[in-house]
């Protein structure tokens, strides 16, 4: 015998083959977890902040839409009530009070008018809380007088003298020069009280003869948007700030204001000059994005960088009818959202090192343990190669290598024993890899058989694009003899009224004539006539409603969503299975009941659900059909399957399928939706048709599909998928 020579084959230690391997496998699956943890908590970062930035940025939108719409409310109240003749305004004292009342139902600053004689009134809060009356006259200096007042709105006493001229002031000018309602400018100034930045409102008003009164105004304080700004759940880790178009901050989530104090003396800052870091960096790279801020005209979705840390940012429009042209911004900085991701991580990272080093630890002492045993077997087969068949191998602790020492013991035993045995031996050895091969010759064979049903699985899955096809194909030749089976018709007739007025308008008897219609049997043929051609076009509409159910059955070109009447799906399903409801020899016909709710259309794959509708339908037609060929006693109750729809709610429809058949053990229910599990014979199901049921809805359409039987009374299945995917 010749001996391979071990040096030429690249042999490892039984040590690392063991050890290596574990300890790879442990690293290679806890980082991949960890990483696909991590991706997946990246994407799902992006969506919580779009959702959250959309959120945060309708709710904006909203609160601009309701708060900055009351003060033109009021102006248009005032000004309605003072054409109508219910305010005059030569009635100082009583618009006063009226404008005061108004003070204690609205959230504004101030409410007044400006006459075109110069006088005006007003009622104000300029600390905030407390509500005053302003009341000037046309003769200046010194001409207005501003009012305490009890809490009845009357005047008690004068707080202060001012100046006022209505003809200089932009409050009384631009809305009159304008002739229409309008934002007039933003008013700031540094009071006792605190900042007073206001935008104010201006109308134009008119008696009951359209004649120029003056104008009514109302101011709405914009720091209170900041107030509303800070509130916002995203104000916790993110900015929101509201900008003009020149840049000029209108309010901010922040705590640093939107204003600065030069001299005692309030002054707007930019965006761009915010103290607040987020709201300046925002702003620049916004304003550097798009040249500036006017060119942005519709919502922009951006991640910007600052300082390595993206940020998600929302930039919308919004204006009114009145003149304001504002842009909402909201940032959102992603490691907000990424903060437990990261730690997460992090652990994942110390959890893989900790089970790397200790499964070498456990790897190496656990080969250590197997390895020395093998190592005194290998030691008595060098032996035993050498001719020293005196070996006996010493009994090990583990019970795979103990039988493997009791093994090589009782070789060895034997061996000495078997020269004289070999040839039994020998003959022995060739039965078993005959028998052997027999065994493998019959799983070859099941294995085709296997491939063969798979195959024919394949084919039969095709059925759908050819069955589309089919009816695509037979629909145009249908429809054109359907068409023309009209014009057949008007034809029919028109011939036979010229022949009826072609034997009345000549009775002569012509002998050749009369033995032909005698031969052709004449009246029978015009009445025959007659009939063929409503039961061809009965016969040619039968063939289209098939072919209308075979394409909305199939839809097999919609490979997207699509909003459909679930109905007409069901229905169309019910056509092609009408042929199995008839009544047959060997079973009754099968009811079905229906029990259609209000539903709106919903979003699905039309053809997929069909599918699922078609399986379980199948389903409860077998499980009908073999209940009623086992039982022999005639009174047993109609076979009936109920078809019941329902709106759980807005968003949720629900479709129930129920039969009144055998049922089904709680052994059989909890498999039902196993692949290839079935409780049909050979060659009639494969036990892949539920399993698919079930992936359709609830993987494809994030639905439910549950399965509710009891032995005896019925199976019902019900399919939940939301409208809206």
């Not at 309701?66 to 109240?77: D, W």
């Not at 009159?176 to 409102?201: D, E, F, L």
């Not at 050749?512 to 063929?532: G, H, R, T, V, W």
């Amino acid at each position: 015998m010749s001996r391979t020579d071990s040096r030429k084959v690249k042999a490892f230690p039984l040590q690392l083959v063991l050890i290596i391997p574990f300890t790879v496998q442990i690293f290679g699956a806890v980082g991949l977890v960890g990483y696909l943890s991590f991706k997946n908590g990246r994407q799902a970062v992006n969506d919580l902040a779009d959702q959250l930035m959309n959120r945060t940025n309708t709710i904006v939108q909203q609160h601009l839409d309701a708060y900055l719409s009351i003060p033109h409310k009021v102006n248009q109240i005032n000004a309605d009530a003072i054409a109508m003749g219910l305010l005059n305004v030569r009635d100082r004292q009583t618009i006063a009070k009226y404008f005061w009342k108004q003070m204690q139902a609205y959230d504004l600053t101030y409410i007044g008018l400006g006459l075109t004689t110069g006088e005006g009134l007003g009622a104000a809060r300029y600390d905030g809380k407390t509500v005053t009356i302003d009341d000037w006259s046309a003769k200046l200096p010194n001409n207005g007088r501003n009012y305490t007042t009890n809490q009845q709105g009357d005047r008690l006493r004068i707080n202060n003298t001012f100046e006022y001229n209505n003809f200089k002031e932009n409050w009384y000018t631009e809305p009159m020069k304008a002739g229409k309602p309008i934002w007039s400018r933003i008013y700031t100034w540094n009071s006792p009280n605190g900042a007073y930045i206001t935008a104010a409102t201006g109308r134009p008003i008119y008696d009951a003869n359209q004649r120029l009164l003056g104008m009514v105004g109302a101011d709405i304080h914009l720091l209170k948007l900041s107030e509303f700004l800070r509130q916002l759940d995203v104000s916790h880790f993110g900015q929101v700030f509201i900008l003009e178009r020149d840049g000029t901050l209108i309010a901010n989530s922040s705590k640093q204001e939107t204003f600065v104090l030069v001299k005692d003396e309030i002054k707007r800052i930019k965006a761009t000059e915010s103290p607040d870091l987020v709201v300046k960096n925002t702003a620049k790279q916004i304003e550097a994005k798009f040249t500036g801020f006017q060119s942005i005209h519709k919502p922009q979705k951006l991640q910007l960088q600052f300082e390595k840390d993206t940020n998600f940012v929302y930039v919308t429009p919004w204006h009114d009818q009145y003149g304001l042209d504002w842009l909402v911004v909201v940032s959102v900085p992603e490691k907000a959202f990424m903060a437990k991701i990261i730690t997460n991580t992090q652990i994942t990272v110390l959890l893989c090192l900790g089970a790397l080093i200790i499964a070498t630890i456990i790897g190496y002492l656990t080969s250590r343990w197997v390895i020395q045993p093998i190592l005194r077997i290998n030691l008595a087969s060098q032996a035993m190669a050498s001719g020293d068949l005196e070996q006996t191998v010493k009994i090990s602790q583990i019970e795979e290598l103990n039988t493997l020492a009791q093994s090589f013991n009782y070789m060895a035993e034997e061996l000495r024993q078997s020269f004289t045995a070999l040839e039994n031996s020998k003959a022995e050895l060739e039965d078993r890899v005959e028998e052997r091969t027999a065994e493998l010759k019959t799983a070859l064979s099941e294995l085709k058989r296997t491939q063969a049903q798979v195959i024919q699985n394949e084919k039969m899955s095709s059925l759908g694009q050819l069955v589309a096809g089919v009816a695509h194909e037979i629909n145009n030749p249908v429809n054109f003899i359907h068409g023309n089976i009209v014009h057949l018709s008007e034809y029919t007739q028109n011939l036979v009224s010229i022949l009826n007025l072609y034997q009345e308008r000549h009775p002569t008897e012509d002998p050749e004539i009369q033995a032909l219609a005698e031969e052709i049997d004449l009246e029978f043929l015009i009445e025959d006539l007659q009939k063929i051609l409503p039961s061809m076009t009965m016969g040619t509409e039968r063939i289209r409603n098939i072919v209308l159910s075979l394409r909305n059955f199939s839809r097999m070109d919609e490979a997207d969503f699509k909003a459909v009447n679930i109905h007409e799906g069901i229905e169309s399903t019910l056509l092609i299975l009408q042929y199995r409801l008839k009544d047959k020899p060997e079973s009754p016909g099968i009811e079905v009941i229906r029990d259609y709710g209000n539903l709106p259309e919903v979003e699905c794959y039309p053809g997929q659900l069909n599918q699922v509708l078609m399986n379980i339908l199948v389903n409860a037609i077998d499980a009908l059909e073999e209940s009623s060929v086992n039982s022999q006693n005639s009174t047993v109750q109609k076979p009936q399957i109920t078809i019941r729809t329902s709106a759980c709610d807005s968003r949720w429809v629900e479709i129930a399928i129920a039969d009144n058949g055998p049922g089904m053990s709680e052994q059989v229910k909890n498999r039902i939706f196993d692949p290839f599990f079935t409780t049909k014979p050979v060659g009639k199901g494969t036990g892949m048709g539920m399993a698919i049921s079930y992936q359709i809805i609830s993987e494809k359409h994030h639905g439910k599909l549950d399965c509710f039987s009891t032995p005896g009374e019925g199976t019902e299945f019900r399919i939940q998928i939301p409208v809206k995917q």
